[in-house]
């Protein structure tokens, strides 16, 4: 007689597994519950993708950064910069560099608005800069409020199916009732896992975003200052 009690006690928690409250849920409810799983890996792609997109992209600031302020010459390292695509500070560098050399050709430099020039030449730069770090964070932002409700309504769903159930068995016994209730909150269990890191990473990334952001700035106002100081050398000449 105690084995059977045993045997009593252990089958409804083996039956109520992850995977048996998947495959016995209503065809919706897995819909909703696949929808969350892909919506969370992709979230983590993106979280991986930009984790090692702005450490690239401090590291590249950080060489440029020493390099420039080395004492090496501006043209010299123009030339080595300009063969190739350059982002972040050496993208601001190259575009600022390229328009000071436009305004000079033909002979007769054309330093009248110059200043004016660079400084849109950077700001459209710093805006594509911000544009590149910044894509794919409002997919973050959307899966994190979204998945709860997405995960709500496979519950609701799951619920109503569940009630309907009980109500063709006219049976509402914790053994009935219970299966159904934990099917329809797996897909909430589902949407929270999906949202709480999507809004962790959101976070954190754009405030990273952020502060790489603000470096460029930074940059460009410094950059901006040493191409006034000799624009204005050459007027006095």
């Known amino acids: 007689m105690?084995?059977?009690?045993?045997?009593?006690?252990?089958?409804?928690?083996?039956?109520?597994?992850?995977?048996?409250l998947f495959l016995n849920a209503h065809l919706v409810v897995?819909?909703?519950?696949?929808?969350?799983?892909?919506?969370?890996?992709?979230c983590w792609a993106i979280v991986i993708d930009k984790i090692l997109l702005?450490?690239?992209?401090?590291?590249?600031?950080?060489?440029?950064?020493?390099?420039?302020?080395?004492?090496?010459?501006?043209?010299?390292l123009y030339r080595t910069l300009s063969t190739r695509t350059s982002n972040?500070?050496?993208?601001?560098?190259?575009?600022?560099?390229?328009?000071?050399?436009?305004?000079h050709e033909g002979g007769r430099a054309a330093i009248g608005s110059l200043e004016t020039r660079i400084d849109k030449v950077m700001d459209v730069t710093i805006m594509r800069e911000l544009e590149r770090l910044q894509s794919k964070l409002l997919v973050l932002a959307t899966i994190g409020s979204a998945s709860p409700f997405i995960g709500l309504f496979?519950?609701?769903?799951?619920?109503?199916?569940?009630?309907?159930?009980?109500?063709?068995?006219?049976?509402?016994?914790?053994?009935?009732?219970?299966?159904?209730?934990a099917e329809a909150l797996f897909a909430t269990a589902i949407g929270l896992v999906a949202a709480i890191p999507a809004v962790i990473a959101y976070n954190k990334l754009s405030s990273d975003s952020a502060a790489l952001g603000a470096r460029l700035e930074t940059f460009a106002d410094e950059f901006s200052a040493i191409l006034s100081r000799q624009i204005d050398e050459r007027q006095a000449a």
Do not use: C, H
């Open 2 to 20: 105690p084995e059977v009690t045993q045997v009593a006690l252990t089958a409804p928690s083996a039956s109520i597994s992850l995977l048996a």
């Open 30 to 42: 897995k819909v909703v519950m696949l929808g969350l799983l892909s919506a969370s890996v992709w």
């Open 54 to 76: 702005y450490g690239r992209t401090r590291r590249q600031m950080d060489a440029f950064e020493q390099v420039f302020w080395s004492g090496q010459s501006l043209e010299e």
């Open 88 to 103: 972040g500070m050496a993208g601001i560098f190259v575009a600022a560099m390229r328009e000071w050399k436009r305004s």
């Open 154 to 181: 496979g519950t609701v769903w799951g619920i109503m199916t569940a009630f309907q159930g009980i109500a063709a068995s006219k049976n509402t016994s914790l053994a009935v009732v219970a299966p159904g209730i």
